[in-house]
């Protein structure tokens, strides 16, 4: 059973731009949902995730994140990831985004525990459908253990500039995953577009 196909969802929660863009410095809280296809069991979980990035360049940036989940018949997973994006601004509204991360995924059973490492790539599109609207979708690939390739969709709502509310939707082989975060930016997310009232 793969148990770290549910952790592409928030890995992949949106990216941003600096000054004259969105904003690659933020850090993410979110609710984990998951439901897991495992042969002739499912398995389902939930849990927490928390996502940090920092801009280094208007082009570039660094991020960290953790995922902590429980599952039914006894089953923890925790995830960590450490890696670099970077962003190519399409037009006003858009944006073409790539990541590469270092993945550490721990999962303890009642009949013992495992852990390993790899990586994850992801390639996707940012935009901004209205002043306070903005939708992420693309693929992910994880190779930890077992190679996985994920599609993405997550989308989030602006209060002001500086908070969002949002959610997320991660699909692998009958996995799916359902996250509910909260963000707080600390750049200057519309500044390509018109600022949310």
Same mark, same amino acid.
């Given at each position: 059973?793969?148990?770290?196909?549910? =952790?592409?969802?928030?890995? !992949?929660?949106?990216?941003?731009?600096?000054?004259?863009?969105?904003?690659?410095?933020?850090?993410?809280?979110?609710?984990?949902?998951?439901? =897991?296809?495992?042969?002739?069991?499912?398995?389902?979980?939930?849990?927490?995730?928390?996502?940090?990035?920092?801009? =280094?360049?208007?082009?570039?940036? !660094?991020?960290?994140?953790?995922?902590?989940?429980?599952?039914?018949?006894? =089953?923890?997973?925790?995830? !960590?990831? !450490?890696?670099?994006?970077?962003?190519?601004?399409?037009?006003?509204?858009?944006?073409?985004?790539?990541?590469?991360?270092?993945?550490?995924?721990?999962?303890?059973?009642?009949?013992?525990?495992?852990?390993?490492?790899?990586?994850?790539?992801?390639?996707?599109?940012?935009?901004?459908?209205?002043?306070?609207?903005?939708?992420?979708?693309?693929?992910?690939?994880?190779?930890?253990?077992?190679?996985?390739?994920?599609?993405?969709?997550?989308?989030?709502?602006?209060?002001?500039?500086?908070?969002?509310?949002?959610?997320?939707?991660?699909?692998?082989?009958?996995?799916?995953?359902?996250?509910?975060?909260?963000?707080?930016?600390?750049?200057?997310?519309?500044?390509?577009?018109?600022?949310?009232?």
């Amino acid at each position: 059973m793969n148990t770290r196909t549910w =952790i592409a969802g928030l890995l !992949l929660l949106p990216l941003s731009v600096l000054a004259d863009g969105f904003d690659y410095t933020y850090v993410e809280a979110g609710f984990l949902s998951s439901e =897991i296809n495992a042969g002739p069991f499912d398995a389902d979980g939930d849990g927490i995730g928390i996502l940090g990035s920092y801009a =280094i360049h208007e082009e570039f940036h !660094l991020f960290a994140g953790y995922e902590d989940q429980s599952f039914d018949f006894g =089953i923890d997973s925790s995830t !960590l990831f !450490l890696g670099g994006g970077i962003n190519y601004v399409l037009d006003d509204d858009w944006d073409l985004i790539g990541r590469l991360s270092y993945v550490s995924a721990d999962v303890d059973t009642p009949v013992g525990s495992a852990d390993d490492d790899g990586y994850a790539l992801m390639g996707g599109v940012r935009g901004r459908l209205t002043s306070n609207v903005e939708l992420d979708a693309g693929l992910n690939y994880f190779d930890v253990g077992d190679s996985d390739t994920s599609l993405f969709v997550n989308g989030r709502y602006y209060l002001n500039d500086g908070l969002a509310v949002g959610g997320g939707l991660g699909l692998n082989d009958g996995d799916m995953t359902l996250s509910i975060t909260v963000r707080a930016q600390f750049g200057h997310r519309n500044s390509r577009g018109a600022n949310p009232d």
